[in-house]
């Protein structure tokens, strides 16, 4: 199809330059250069290409579009100006300003438009393949069999990438398992500009990017509009016709480059670094619009005619679309009343009436790894919620994340003896790719309505702590299965013994770190973490840990409490001497301490902590009935850093923990050597009491 493009068009596209440049002139900072430069390919898909409604910027059947080079963050606020959806001039000028809706870098919940948190280079191209691989299982949850390309769910996902996401490992992780599974839904512009902070890319990045991509699976294209002699031509037919290629082939994501020269057709500044990161300044800037036939002298002259025609033009290939797309939606609902009504309770982030009743009752007095009890959950509540679906970092069998029974998501030609799935399936193999993995997630939760989980070894958390922030910021409802949890991993040794690292993510906020301390706190840590919309982290045993029988008659309370972050485990009569405090498999020494401090006339409260971020959010009255703060002597237990007990043992106060790195041997011999040991912890509280009457 030829592409229509007039002067209107080219107007439009001038209008989205000068309003890049002078929005950064009058912020003071910010990046003008790509948002410049790459104004003609970011217009051609708002105008011609995607699926939008400017009336509804969550409509279930939008295509989507990611920033991934989110320093640019001009590049999208403006054609969401020109789209008209609910960006208006005077956001353009109030750019990086305090409480406008034009951040430095876009922000999902913040903008209309705005699919996801974009800035951290390569995270958006690889969360891009999570709302890729999202369209995916949401088309077989809803509409399986409507062949792939026909159903109301299925759209497109667009990106828009630069020489530095593609410079940055994640963006490698998520684009290999791209082509592995054949995400022809995802199509990404590579602004190729050779230009960088540090200018030319050539010092650091020489490799033949699409010939990686093609070896990745990906149908790769070229569309140079910088010629060989020099001459340069915004050749915006060209980048049409590839579009409309990358559309035509469903079986492999789409890459095309785009040369282009940063910053076009600023004098002097543009194709330089200079131009990247900062204002143009004065001279450059009434250059470049010297350049561009337009009023040198003007600031945020905005054609109105073709901004009008530009809101004109989607409104209307948007009426038209919705209008078939409502039909066929209305269609798919009358006949398939059931998945509809599954569909309202997803959008609504519902949860069925009674699937608590399918979590599992694990026995009294037997021991079970809280990583086995973890796999239990998912499976006995696979049933009842369809929305839950995930997997690990090749690590399914020991994390326990894999769905028995359910297909893995893949293209049939990838199943294995082992896993045999098809393209709608619900276990993910996401490879060894923590960091891809924890962005691919943040995709899928920020498209909604699933609910994603990702595993790992605790101490490779390390290596997704990124992706672990941004779902934080955006509040995005991720659960990670983080097993192998301390220095009771044994024989691999310190490299695989996390000891930092429950400090670590405790640090970051809106983040739940949870690590309960048996099979059933580990059913009511799922059963807490589901009936929530935030991200959370389940840290979890390779170790057997005892499950004892708790309620009435027992001694010990049910594991209900564990929803309020942390809960009187075991009590004395009257007003305790001394409170052990614990998290995860130390609980257990916790209460075998405590037995040996009553032989010795020590009445010892025991509270189980498996959530000290919800413990925080509790009022003073619940905290105080945990931790009355009239019991000084108070005794923290965790195998890692005792750094984040210390507000709650106070100065009196003693912590068992683990200051330096594991060791290779027998993890029951380990927790001895380093004192995580009820002999160490009535030590520790006898210390505690002398302290606190001191």
Same mark, same amino acid.
């Given at each position: 199809?030829?592409?229509?493009?007039?002067?209107?068009?080219?107007?439009?596209?001038?209008?989205?330059?000068?309003?890049?440049?002078?929005?950064?002139?009058?912020?003071?900072?910010?990046?003008?250069?790509?948002?410049?430069?790459?104004?003609?390919?970011?217009?051609?898909?708002?105008?011609?290409?995607?699926?939008?409604?400017?009336?509804?910027?969550?409509?279930?059947?939008?295509?989507?579009?990611?920033?991934?080079?989110?320093?640019?963050?001009?590049?999208?606020?403006?054609?969401?100006?020109?789209?008209?959806?609910?960006?208006?001039?005077?956001?353009?000028?109030?750019?990086?300003?305090?409480?406008?809706?034009?951040?430095?870098?876009?922000?999902?919940?913040?903008?209309?438009?705005?699919?996801?948190?974009?800035?951290?280079?390569?995270?958006?191209?690889?969360?891009?393949?999570?709302?890729?691989?999202?369209?995916?299982?949401?088309?077989?949850?809803?509409?399986?069999?409507?062949?792939?390309?026909?159903?109301?769910?299925?759209?497109?996902?667009?990106?828009?990438?630069?020489?530095?996401?593609?410079?940055?490992?994640?963006?490698?992780?998520?684009?290999?398992?791209?082509?592995?599974?054949?995400?022809?839904?995802?199509?990404?512009?590579?602004?190729?500009?050779?230009?960088?902070?540090?200018?030319?890319?050539?010092?650091?990045?020489?490799?033949?990017?699409?010939?990686?991509?093609?070896?990745?699976?990906?149908?790769?294209?070229?569309?140079?509009?910088?010629?060989?002699?020099?001459?340069?031509?915004?050749?915006? =037919? !060209? #980048?049409?016709?590839? +579009? &409309? *290629?990358? %559309?035509?082939?469903?079986?492999?994501?789409?890459?095309?480059? $785009?040369?282009?020269?940063?910053?076009?057709?600023?004098?002097?500044?543009?194709?330089?670094?200079?131009?990247?990161?900062?204002?143009?300044?004065?001279?450059?800037?009434?250059?470049?619009?010297?350049?561009?036939?337009?009023?040198?002298?003007?600031?945020?002259?905005?054609?109105?005619?073709?901004?009008?025609?530009?809101?004109?033009?989607?409104?209307?290939?948007?009426?038209?679309?919705?209008?078939?797309?409502?039909?066929?939606?209305?269609?798919?609902?009358?006949?398939?009343?059931?998945? =509809? !009504? #599954?569909?309202?309770? +997803? &959008? *609504?982030? %519902?949860?069925?009436?009674?699937?608590?009743?399918?979590?599992? $009752?694990?026995?009294?007095?037997?021991?079970?790894?809280?990583?086995?009890?973890?796999?239990?959950?998912?499976?006995?509540?696979?049933?009842?919620?369809?929305?839950?679906?995930?997997?690990?970092?090749?690590?399914?069998?020991?994390?326990?994340?894999?769905?028995?029974?359910?297909?893995?998501?893949?293209?049939?030609?990838?199943?294995?003896?082992?896993?045999?799935?098809?393209?709608?399936?619900?276990?993910?193999?996401?490879?060894?790719?923590?960091?891809?993995?924890?962005?691919?997630?943040?995709?899928?939760?920020?498209?909604?309505?699933?609910?994603?989980?990702?595993?790992?070894?605790?101490?490779?958390?390390?290596?997704?702590?990124?992706?672990?922030?941004?779902?934080?910021?955006?509040?995005?409802?991720?659960?990670?299965?983080?097993?192998?949890?301390?220095?009771?991993?044994?024989?691999?040794?310190?490299?695989?013994?996390?000891?930092?690292?429950?400090?670590?993510?405790?640090?970051?906020?809106?983040?739940?770190?949870?690590?309960?301390?048996?099979?059933?706190?580990?059913?009511?840590?799922?059963?807490?973490?589901?009936?929530?919309?935030?991200?959370?982290?389940?840290?979890?045993?390779?170790?057997?840990?005892?499950?004892?029988?708790?309620?009435?008659?027992?001694?010990?309370?049910?594991?209900?409490?564990?929803?309020?972050?942390?809960?009187?485990?075991?009590?004395?009569?009257?007003?305790?001497?001394?409170?052990?405090?614990?998290?995860?498999?130390?609980?257990?020494?916790?209460?075998?301490?405590?037995?040996?401090?009553?032989?010795?006339?020590?009445?010892?409260?025991?509270?189980?902590?498996?959530?000290?971020?919800?413990?925080?959010?509790?009022?003073?009255?619940?905290?105080?009935?945990?931790?009355?703060?009239?019991?000084?002597?108070?005794?923290?237990?965790?195998?890692?850093?005792?750094?984040?007990?210390?507000?709650?043992?106070?100065?009196?106060?003693?912590?068992?923990?683990?200051?330096?790195?594991?060791?290779?041997?027998?993890?029951?011999?380990?927790?001895?050597?380093?004192?995580?040991?009820?002999?160490?912890?009535?030590?520790?509280?006898?210390?505690?009491?002398?302290?606190?009457?001191?």
């Amino acid at each position: 199809m030829t592409l229509k493009w007039d002067q209107i068009d080219d107007r439009a596209v001038a209008t989205a330059k000068i309003l890049a440049a002078d929005a950064v002139e009058q912020a003071g900072s910010g990046h003008p250069g790509t948002a410049i430069s790459i104004a003609p390919a970011a217009y051609l898909l708002y105008q011609r290409h995607m699926h939008i409604d400017p009336s509804d910027d969550r409509w279930i059947g939008r295509d989507r579009f990611i920033l991934s080079a989110g320093h640019s963050s001009l590049t999208q606020y403006i054609q969401l100006y020109l789209a008209g959806m609910g960006l208006e001039l005077e956001d353009i000028k109030n750019l990086r300003t305090a409480g406008s809706l034009t951040p430095g870098h876009p922000e999902f919940g913040h903008t209309k438009g705005v699919e996801i948190t974009t800035g951290p280079l390569g995270t958006g191209i690889a969360s891009a393949v999570g709302f890729a691989m999202n369209a995916r299982r949401v088309h077989g949850l809803f509409d399986p069999e409507t062949p792939l390309g026909e159903s109301v769910f299925d759209h497109n996902v667009f990106v828009i990438a630069g020489d530095g996401c593609f410079q940055e490992g994640v963006s490698s992780e998520a684009s290999s398992l791209a082509g592995t599974q054949k995400l022809g839904n995802l199509t990404m512009i590579w602004d190729d500009n050779h230009i960088s902070i540090e200018d030319d890319t050539k010092i650091a990045f020489t490799e033949d990017v699409l010939a990686r991509y093609e070896a990745y699976g990906w149908h790769v294209q070229r569309v140079d509009w910088l010629s060989d002699d020099g001459s340069y031509c915004e050749d915006v =037919a !060209a #980048l049409d016709a590839a +579009l &409309e *290629s990358a %559309k035509a082939v469903t079986d492999k994501p789409s890459l095309i480059a $785009v040369r282009t020269i940063i910053g076009w057709p600023t004098p002097v500044k543009q194709n330089t670094g200079g131009i990247h990161g900062a204002k143009l300044g004065e001279e450059a800037l009434k250059g470049l619009k010297r350049e561009m036939g337009l009023d040198e002298d003007k600031m945020f002259d905005a054609d109105l005619e073709a901004v009008e025609a530009a809101r004109k033009n989607v409104a209307d290939r948007c009426a038209e679309y919705r209008k078939d797309w409502d039909a066929r939606f209305d269609a798919w609902k009358a006949a398939n009343p059931e998945r =509809a !009504a #599954l569909l309202e309770r +997803l &959008e *609504s982030g %519902k949860l069925p009436e009674g699937w608590e009743e399918c979590l599992p $009752v694990f026995e009294p007095g037997t021991s079970l790894a809280t990583r086995a009890a973890s796999g239990k959950v998912l499976n006995a509540i696979a049933e009842a919620l369809p929305e839950v679906w995930g997997g690990s970092a090749d690590l399914a069998g020991s994390n326990n994340t894999y769905m028995t029974g359910q297909p893995s998501f893949l293209p049939e030609e990838a199943s294995s003896t082992a896993f045999q799935g098809n393209e709608f399936g619900r276990n993910l193999h996401f490879g060894v790719r923590e960091f891809a993995m924890g962005a691919i997630l943040n995709g899928i939760a920020a498209d909604g309505p699933t609910r994603p989980y990702g595993g790992t070894f605790f101490v490779f958390s390390d290596f997704m702590r990124g992706a672990v922030r941004l779902a934080a910021l955006m509040d995005l409802p991720v659960t990670y299965v983080w097993t192998h949890d301390s220095i009771g991993v044994g024989e691999d040794g310190p490299t695989h013994q996390p000891i930092e690292h429950l400090t670590a993510y405790r640090a970051i906020p809106n983040l739940a770190v949870i690590r309960p301390a048996d099979a059933t706190e580990t059913a009511q840590a799922w059963k807490a973490v589901l009936e929530q919309s935030h991200p959370a982290a389940l840290v979890l045993s390779r170790q057997n840990l005892p499950n004892p029988a708790r309620g009435e008659g027992t001694g010990l309370a049910t594991a209900e409490g564990l929803v309020r972050g942390a809960y009187v485990l075991a009590d004395t009569e009257g007003t305790p001497d001394v409170i052990l405090m614990a998290s995860g498999s130390e609980v257990s020494v916790a209460l075998e301490a405590r037995d040996t401090l009553a032989t010795q006339g020590v009445a010892a409260r025991v509270v189980s902590v498996p959530c000290l971020d919800w413990f925080e959010q509790q009022d003073a009255e619940y905290r105080e009935s945990v931790l009355p703060a009239s019991v000084k002597a108070r005794v923290s237990v965790e195998a890692g850093l005792a750094n984040p007990w210390y507000r709650w043992i106070g100065e009196a106060g003693r912590a068992v923990s683990i200051e330096t790195y594991g060791a290779s041997a027998d993890g029951d011999f380990l927790f001895k050597e380093y004192g995580i040991d009820a002999a160490h912890v009535v030590e520790a509280a006898q210390e505690s009491i002398a302290a606190a009457k001191a």
